[in-house]
Every structure is written in C-alpha cells, then in structure tokens.
C-alpha cells in the first residue's frame, strides 16, 4: 500500500508534466479565435484523450491496448495533419455517440470494434458547436502528448498506486483539483476523510429521517433497529478508539488513575500497543475512559436516535448498512428504498416520488459529490442483497401471497439482473437520480463529469458489461450559484413591483413544468437496459430552458439597471455575472420542497475581490463581506424546510 506522500508525488509529477503539455498542445490548435476558449478546448481535449487511455489499456477498443497510437500512425500513411478531423472528431461523434448499428459501414471499419459510450463527454462540446469544422489541430501536438501519456501505466481500477510511473482514476482525480485550485481563486482540495466524514454525517440522518417518515413504528425507541447498537456495541466504535483495549494499563499508569500524585509518566509517550501515533499515556487513559462510557450507554440501550451516532462519534455507515441488512420486515426495506431512489407508480411506471437529492452548490472537481456516491453505493447494494433474501425466502410460500407482498421486489431484481454488470448500474443509478451540482467554472463541470464517468467504467472487467455512460448534462450545470432566481418566491419579489408579471409567472412556470417533466422522462430512460435517453428529448429540453432563461435574465438584468435590449451591454453582463435560475435548473427538487442534503466547501474569498466581476443583490449576509457567507444563505433558500446542510465554513 502506498502513502499519500507516495499517492502525491506521483500526482506532483505528473501534474507538472500535464500542465507543460497543455501550453504546449495550445500551440498546435488553430480555428478558435478566443485565446481563453482555445485553452479550455485543449483541456476538453486531453480530458477526452485521457479516459480513452484508460479504457484502451483495459482491451475495451478494439482489443489493442495501443488503440490511439495505432490510429496515429495509419493517419499520417494517409496524410499530414488528418489525424484530429479525420479519424478522433468521427471516433467522438460516431463512434462513442453511437450504436454500432447507428454508424455508416465506412466509420464502422474506420474505428474498428469499439464500444458505444453516449455520455455528454462524446457529444459536441459547445466550442465545437461554435467553431465546427475550423478547428485544426496538428498531428504533432498528439505525438507529444501520446509520447508523455507511455510512460506511465494507466490502470481502469482502484488498486493502490504502488510506483511512480501508476496513473489510476483516483490520481487523475487529484491532478484535477490542483488544475482546479490554480485557475480558480477560492477553491480549495478537500482531502477524502474530510468528504466522507461531511457527507455520511448529513446524508446518512437524512436517510432516517426520510424513511421514518413513510414507516414511523420502526424507529420507536427500542425497536429493533435500535436493538442492533445494544447487542453489538464494538461493532460501531472505530477501531482507533478501541486502540489497545484489550491489553490492561501497566501498574505505573493504573495507579495514577485514582491518585493524581502517582501520574509521573502519564506526559510520556505511550507505546505502539496501546497508543495511537503521538498518544502520550494521558491521552490514552482519557479514550479508554471515553470507549467505557460510550461502550456502557450503547449495552443500556439509551442510544435511539440517529443523531447521537453523529454526537458520539460511532460508525455511522456501519450502522446504517447493518439496518438495513437486517430488516425483519419488506415496509422497513421499502422505506430505505423509496427515500433513497422514490417511488415507482406500478401503472404509469412514472416516478411519484422522486428519491434523495444531494446538492454541491459549489462542487468544482466533484470531491463531495463523489463521496456522496461512495456513501451510497453500499446502502443500494444492501436494499438489493435484502430484497433477494425476501424473496428466496417466500419461496415456499403460496404465490397469490409472493405477489401480494414482494411483487415490487421481485421486479426490481429481475431489472437489475438483466444488467451484465451490478455494480456499474448501482453507480450509474445513483449519479442519475441522487446527484446534483453546480459550479462558475465551466471546466470543473467538465472535470466533475469525466470522474465520475471513471469511476462508472472502472467497475467493468470485460468490453460485454460496458453500458451506456449517463448523459448528466442537468445533473452537473456550470453557473454561478449566487446570481439567479432561486425560487418561484423570489422571482415573484423581485420583479411583480417592476412588470404586469401575473399572466408571466403562470407561463413561466407552466414552460417550467413541461422542462421538468421531459427531465424526468429523460432520466428515467438512462435506467432501463436497452431504452436509450432520447437525444430529440435532450434537445428540446435545451432549447426550452435557454429561452425560459433569456426572459429571466431579462428580468435579472433589470435589476442591475442593464437594459436587454442594448445587446453589447447585455451580453458583457451576461458574461460577468453567468446568472444560474434554479428555480427553472431544478424545478421538480424545488417544487417538492428544496434538496434534502446540501454539502460542500464554498469559496473563502472577499467580496471586495470579485466586485469588479460581479455583484450580489438581496443577501442578507452581504456584510458579511465573503462569499461563503452568501454560498451558506444561497442553500438555506434551496434546503429542502427538513434536509440536511453540511459546508466547510470559516
């Protein structure tokens, strides 16, 4: 097992190395006039170049570990320079974007066998939905990189880097939260046990709360769900504290405990068997006594609600796996399963009730939105595993009562047997229907997509279990959470006083409505085998959202005393500001009620320095003078009135 010194290095290394062949790449790229756009092309580029490395190293493209070098050199047999439009721009846009059968016989040859992916990351990017087929990039510029990319060993799975020259998607994931933190002011790297302690402590409660709701007599004091901590208190306490329990205290020590005169070692550094790394034995004597205290209130049975599990410091996680794990009755599963992922109509097979939402309102890189998916992975995979123990359990009873009590679970198990790959589909499932995020950097989003799209394939083993990547284009928005209309409330507030807003508002959230439901229907495709998210949906939907977005900008922008109609002006704010509407981005989560957990680690960054970019109107933290401030005033409007918050705050 390496180190994070080790895990750092290597990113150091290879970090520093991308970042020269980015400046490099960018001179070999013409046909984009803008040089900022040019840059963030490049990035696009090697994000693109860089998952197809994983996956060709796993035999997925072709069965050729070397696919794009390969590619490369029967380009330049042909031409110079053809490398880009002739063979990538149709292996983007034709190959990876479509089904084998989609593609002409004539691209089908050119690219040889190689899977269809969907995936916004191989739909045109809006740069080359703007520049088309003038950009030019020369062979050159991927010889070098490609040349840069051999001398590492690209593995598509989550062992532990153990040499230098090892990429794997979780070393990619940390090159893109320093690329991130050195363009963006105010974004900081939040290291993995601080995400995953922030998230499971929020979104874990929330969990409870929501299931307790739809089934109360569950989570009565002394229920069974409780009983689980009282007959196995150790299980939930982490193995730091119950560091050298099992060993008694050397007499020296033991007797300083009643007679303070005796402590004269108690300062001195206690040794490995008993002491966690920088314990000195005073220390250690206090987290004895604190494992005895928590260990007793556990085996009495005072612990009955979730929250203590946060105030004692026990394995959350644990606890919540094991309860469900070990419901003794369907409502119990059922409840953990529809507040996790909603709930189905049997009839229309339409989402009544839509499942948790976990918002990063600043989510740059993704590190909070992939720890939200690590956390909720095994609480999927545990609701399955009962599901099947229900199931093969009434097998021997009368099938009129299998139907009557276990028909929905059977049916979710029979759709999640047909999928060649579990634990990529419960991933998949989970970035569809739980995850949210926004952030003002357009490259973060693209950065925050492209990892999880990594942690999806890095759970296939063989080319026949690749399903379609998520399009989470709507899941995962660039903009800027402090500007824009959070809700119907304040949109009607800011602008009735100023317009003959009443017949608007009714149109406005009639079109809102309509977007929200093709949303719906559109992320419901992605989680059926075989029925392939509507791209004709997709579009209709974009096209429905920017001209619902350019009436509210319209409105916004009077607010600022910007006159839309005086196009430069309007535009340069446009451009300042980047207003996001969730009001209109997230309608059904809002219209519910608002998201159930919000986390995150907003920008710590004086107002006074991005003043002359943009300005804020109607906080009341505006005094304040920080933006994280108004990140935190920002999510209580979008917090759901019972939801959990979480942020890194100052």
Known sequence: MSSFFDLDRVTKRFYDKFQQEHNAFVGFVQGIPDEAMQRWYVFVMLNRLMFIY?????????????????????????????????????????????????????????????????????????????????????????????????????????RPVRNDNEINPDVLGYIFEKYINQKQMGAYYTKEDITEYISKSTIIPRLFDMARQKYPIAFEPHSVIWQLLQDQPDRYIYDAVKKGMDLALPKEIADGILDVSKRTKWNEPGPEAYALPTEIWREVVARRSRYAEVKARLERGDINDINDLITLNLNIRQFAQDVIANCEGPEVLRAFWHSLVGQISSKSKAKIKPGMSIL????????????????????????????????????????????????????????????????????????????????????????????????????????????????????????????????????????????????????????????????????????????????LHKQEMKTKLAELEQELHGYLAHEYGIEPTQKAQFQKWLDSHQPFHWFIHFYEILQRGGFDVIIGNPPYVEYSKVKTTYTIHGYSTEECGNLYAFVVERCLRLLHDQGWISMIVQ
Request: with cysteine; glycine share 4%; charged share 25%.
């Open 360 to 535: 990063d309102p600043t989510c740059g890189s993704g590190a909070f939105l992939f720890a939200a998916l690590q956390i909720l992975e095994p609480l999927y995979e545990a609701c399955l595993e009962r599901m099947q123990v229900f199931v093969h359990e009434a097998a021997g009873m009368a099938q009129p009562q299998i139907d009557m009590d276990f028909e929905d679970f059977q049916h979710i198990l029979q759709q999640m047997q047909k999928h060649p790959n579990q634990r990529y589909f419960i991933f998949k499932s989970i970035i569809i229907t739980n995850l949210y995020g926004v952030d003002i950097m357009a490259e973060a989003v693209d950065i925050c997509k492209l990892r999880l799209f990594l942690k999806l394939v890095a759970q296939i083993e063989r080319v026949d279990q690749i399903e379609p990547l998520p399009d989470i284009d709507f899941n995962i928005q660039a903009g800027n959470t402090l500007v824009g209309y959070s809700s119907e409330k304040d949109l009607e507030t800011a602008v009735k006083s100023k317009f003959d807003f009443e017949d608007a508002l009714i149109r406005i959230k009639q079109k809102a409505e309509a977007i929200a439901q093709l949303f719906a229907q559109f992320r419901q495709q992605q989680t059926e085998l075989h029925v392939e998210a509507n791209l």
């Open 54 to 158: 994983f996956i060709q190293k796993k035999g997925f493209l072709d069965s050729n570990s070397d696919y794009l070098r390969v590619k490369l050199y029967q380009s330049k047999r042909k031409g110079k320079d053809r490398f880009y439009l002739d063979f990538l721009c149709p292996l983007f846009f034709e190959g990876f974007a479509k089904k084998v059968s989609d593609r002409s016989p004539g691209v089908n040859e050119l690219l040889g066998q190689i899977p269809y992916l969907n995936g916004s990351i191989f739909l045109k990017h809006q740069i080359e939905e703007c520049c088309g087929q003038k950009i030019q990039i020369a062979d050159m510029a991927f010889d070098q990189v490609f040349e840069f990319f051999e001398q590492y060993q690209w593995h598509l799975d989550e």
